[in-house]
């Protein structure tokens, strides 16, 4: 049952991945990995670098989610 109420998060977290790699052969060796404010490319990065990409936003999401509650200075978030 909780694997039911899970499985769309889990279906967002993996679908990054699953289009990473339907299209990971028609990628350059090098690809754009930073933008400036002009939007013109500062940075590029070997394709390797974008795996990091979809394993650190959902991470960080997690670890915000677990300070929140700790920094909340009301204790409202209990009470939600």
Do not use: C
């Amino acid at each position: 049952m909780a694997l039911k109420k899970e499985l769309p998060l889990l279906t967002i977290v993996v679908l990054p991945f699953v289009y990473l790699a339907s299209i990971w052969n028609q990628l350059p060796e090098k690809v754009p990995m930073h933008w400036n404010v002009k939007g013109e490319v500062d940075r590029y990065g070997n394709k390797v670098e974008l795996l990091l990409i979809p394993i650190l936003l959902p991470l960080l999401v997690y670890v915000i989610f677990l300070v929140v509650p700790k920094i909340d200075p009301k204790n409202k978030l209990k009470t939600m």
